[in-house]
C-alpha cells in the first residue's frame, strides 16, 4: 500500500502547485490552460487506445458499457458524490468545476496499465518501482488538471486509494487471470474513456465518461471468454 499512498500524495501535492499555477494567472489564460490540458489529454488517451488490437472486442466493449453506464446513470452518481466531497471538504470553491475535475482526474489516473501491472507487482512482489514512476506523472498531470479545473483534482486522490488499494490487496488471487492481452485492452480502452476527456476539455462536445466505465469491466469479460468465442479475438 505504501507505493499508492505515495502515488495519491503526489496527486495531492501537483493538484495544489496547480493551484497557485491558476490564482496567479489572470482569467483571459483559462482558455489557454484548458486546451493545453485538452490536448496533452488526447495524445495520452490516443496513445493508449492503439494498445487494443482486438478492435470487435473494443467496439462492443465500449457501445454496451455506454449503454450499461447510461442506464446506471454512473456520472450522475459520481458527480454527485463530487458535490457531496465539495460540500463536505470545500464549501468555498466558487469555480464549479469541482465534481467534473474529480470525474475527469479520477478516469485519467486509474486507467490504464501501469495502474493495474503497478498495484500486482506491488501486491505479489513488493515491487514499487512501477507505481513510484506512476507517481511522478501523475503528479505532473495533476499540476495541469488542478490549473484548468481546480481542487475537485486533488479529490482524485482518493479513487486512486481505493481502486490501487483493492488491486494490491487482491493481487494475489487477480493476477493469474491479467495477462498481456487482457491489459492491452484494457489500456485501450480507458484510452477511449480519456479521449471523451480531452473533448470535454477542448469544448469540442460534452460527453458522459463515467457512464462508460463499464466498459472496463466488458472488457475483462471478453477477454476471458476470447478462447471459447474465437471471433472476438478479431
Not at 12 to 38: D, Q, T, W
Amino acid at each position: 500500500m505504501l507505493a499508492t499512498v505515495v502515488n495519491a500524495l503526489s496527486i495531492v501535492v501537483g493538484s495544489f502547485l496547480g493551484l497557485l499555477i491558476k490564482k496567479g494567472l489572470p482569467k483571459r489564460y483559462e482558455h489557454a490552460i484548458f486546451a493545453a490540458a485538452g490536448v496533452v489529454t488526447l495524445v495520452l488517451g490516443m496513445k493508449m487506445a492503439f494498445a487494443a488490437t482486438h478492435i470487435l472486442a473494443f467496439a462492443l466493449a465500449i457501445i454496451l458499457g455506454g449503454l450499461a453506464g447510461t442506464l446506471l446513470d454512473i456520472e450522475g452518481a459520481m458527480l454527485r458524490l463530487g458535490e457531496i466531497l465539495k460540500n463536505r471538504f470545500a464549501k468555498n470553491d466558487k469555480d464549479g468545476n469541482f465534481a467534473y475535475g474529480f470525474l475527469s482526474a479520477s478516469v485519467l489516473f486509474c486507467s490504464g496499465a501501469m495502474a493495474i501491472l503497478g498495484s500486482f507487482r506491488a501486491g505479489t512482489e513488493g515491487d514499487y518501482s512501477l507505481l513510484f514512476t506512476k507517481s511522478v506523472l501523475d503528479g505532473f498531470l495533476s499540476i495541469l488538471f488542478a490549473s484548468a479545473m481546480g481542487i475537485g483534482v486533488a479529490f482524485a486522490a482518493l479513487s486512486v486509494l481505493v481502486y490501487q488499494g483493492a488491486l494490491t490487496l487482491l493481487s494475489v488471487w487477480v493476477k493469474p487471470y491479467v495477462t498481456t492481452v487482457m491489459l492491452n485492452e484494457l489500456t485501450g480502452v480507458g484510452g477511449a474513456l480519456i479521449i471523451m476527456i480531452g473533448i470535454g476539455l477542448l469544448d469540442l462536445r460534452k460527453m458522459k465518461t463515467g457512464d462508460f466505465l463499464p466498459a472496463l469491466l466488458a472488457t475483462v469479460g471478453f477477454v476471458l471468454v476470447m478462447p471459447y468465442v474465437p471471433f472476438l479475438a478479431k
